[in-house]
């Protein structure tokens, strides 16, 4: 795109920033760069490339990182990586082969045997399974708060585990899943400062997934580093699977360093195939934010559904309704609702609906209906569920962009079989 005085909005970027046709014989869209190594023009050449990558000496004027090896860059790759720092307004960009590789890759970096974790509950089943049962296991001391937990409680429990200076990150995820359970970044961020010292620069992580890239913008609030299961929203036709970490400067500077000598970086393929779902991605979110607000309306005050958790239902005068207004820009495509009755009733439901597929996974074209107990939060123990409003009863519904009211017809028939 040519250069001009004009500030672009991030949706405009997303079909050619950090592409040059005329590099690739005139393509329109970039070619699948599906090499491992790249040649360099001289043995001085491949010296500097090899300087900079691993940090031993400063950038000249104007000089850039050059191609080495697919491991450690590849055009896909950072095409992709630059299109995504600029929806969350980060400084740089990692992408990773999940989300999973993603979260893991962000929270090895800065935790360590001895080290306290401080995270909101309730996540993701596979984030809360690796910080309840990996980081412990190698030595990381955690501890957990709710959307409930007002600022100085949080510093309480901190301070009570006698750790408080050895905490070294702190991780929320807004909304939760599967509760849609708003959590301050503000907030979470102040904490964050509050026990940070100069020699230890806390960094506070946001799970934007639900409504993220383009419904809530964490690092305007105070996140340090955003990230994603791109396999989701980002990627968006349930076809791949990709994770992604955005942020600050100085961090992601380590966690892309880890991120070489792990491996776990997305394929050429992976980048493409996101590259393509971003041009769309943000008229996709808003088609599926409108058949879930639809849906929610249509169910509220059903005779056989006990309550809908969506922000665009968040009760005005409530906390929940304050932070949602505060940090975010749209209520997004999903919704969970709990139906009058438990599991026998919640299955019922479920296996009676004909469009939206039983799967877990979220933020396709198509809807995705689960049992967030039984699946995708299986592993929580059930007293925690509880606490946490992951009950027998609670149906997760990822909206896509079907007809909205072939949606609610099929919620009817479905609600009519229990």
């Known amino acids: 795109m040519k250069k001009t005085g004009h500030k672009m909005h991030p949706e405009t970027h997303m079909t050619s920033l950090g592409y040059d046709p005329f590099l690739s014989e005139g393509a329109v869209k970039s070619p699948i760069f599906q090499t491992s190594t790249f040649a360099f023009k001289s043995a001085a050449e491949g010296k500097a490339f090899f300087e900079l990558a691993y940090g031993l000496r400063d950038p000249k004027n104007g000089e850039q990182l050059g191609l080495i090896y697919s491991r450690l860059n590849n055009p896909n790759l950072q095409i992709l990586e630059e299109r995504l720092a600029v929806w969350d307004g980060a400084d740089d960009c990692a992408v990773f082969e999940s989300g999973m590789a993603a979260i893991s890759t962000a929270l090895l970096e800065f935790l360590k045997p001895g080290d306290l974790?401080?995270?909101?509950?309730?996540?993701?089943?596979?984030?809360?399974?690796?910080?309840?049962?990996?980081?412990?296991q190698f030595g990381v001391h955690i501890i957990n708060f709710t959307a409930d937990n007002t600022k100085n409680e949080?510093?309480?429990?901190?301070?009570?585990?006698?750790?408080?200076?050895?905490?070294?990150?702190?991780?929320?995820?807004?909304?939760?899943?599967?509760?849609?359970?708003?959590?301050?970044?503000?907030?979470?961020?102040?904490?964050?400062?509050?026990?940070?010292?100069?020699e230890n620069n806390i960094p506070l992580m946001v799970d934007n997934t639900f409504l993220g890239p383009v419904f809530q913008?964490?690092?305007?609030?105070?996140?340090?580093?955003?990230?994603?299961?791109?396999?989701?929203?980002?990627?968006?036709?349930?076809?791949?699977?990709?994770?992604?970490?955005?942020?600050k400067?100085?961090?992601?500077?380590?966690?892309?360093?880890?991120?070489?000598?792990?491996?776990?970086?997305?394929?050429?393929?992976?980048?493409?195939?996101?590259?393509?779902?971003?041009?769309?991605?943000?008229?996709?979110?808003?088609?599926?934010?409108?058949?879930?607000?639809?849906?929610?309306?249509?169910?509220?005050?059903?005779?056989?559904?006990?309550?809908?958790?969506?922000l665009g239902l968040l009760e005005e005068g409530t906390r929940q309704k304050e932070i949602f207004d505060k940090q975010c820009v749209g209520s997004g495509g999903m919704l969970s609702f709990y139906i009058k009755g438990g599991e026998k009733e919640a299955f019922k439901f479920i296996d009676s609906l004909v469009i939206p597929k039983v799967a877990v996974s979220l933020g396709s074209t198509e809807s995705l209906v689960e049992h967030p107990a039984t699946m995708t939060h299986a592993e929580i123990p059930y007293e925690e569920k509880q606490y946490l409003g992951?009950?027998?009863?609670?149906?997760?519904?990822?909206?896509?962009?079907?007809?909205?009211?072939?949606?609610?017809?099929d919620i009817e028939q479905a609600l009519d079989k229990i």
């Open 390 to 409: 992951i009950t027998e009863n609670l149906v997760r519904l990822s909206v896509g962009v079907e007809n909205h009211e072939d949606l609610i017809w």
């Open 217 to 247: 913008h964490p690092m305007q609030h105070g996140a340090d580093l955003v990230v994603y299961s791109a396999t989701k929203y980002i990627g968006g036709h349930s076809d791949i699977i990709a994770g992604v970490v955005s942020g």
């Open 154 to 198: 949080i510093i309480d429990m901190v301070n009570k585990t006698g750790k408080h200076d050895k905490l070294k990150a702190v991780y929320i995820e807004t909304p939760g899943n599967p509760t849609n359970a708003m959590i301050d970044i503000a907030m979470t961020k102040e904490i964050s400062e509050h026990f940070s010292t100069e």
């Open 249 to 310: 400067a100085e961090f992601m500077a380590r966690i892309k360093g880890l991120r070489t000598f792990l491996g776990n970086m997305a394929s050429p393929w992976t980048s493409w195939l996101l590259m393509r779902s971003l041009e769309t991605l943000k008229i996709r979110m808003e088609k599926q934010s409108f058949n879930a607000q639809k849906i929610a309306e249509h169910l509220v005050g059903h005779p056989k559904i006990e309550r809908v958790s969506y």
């Open 117 to 136: 974790f401080l995270f909101g509950n309730p996540v993701y089943g596979g984030t809360s399974y690796f910080i309840n049962h990996i980081l412990t």
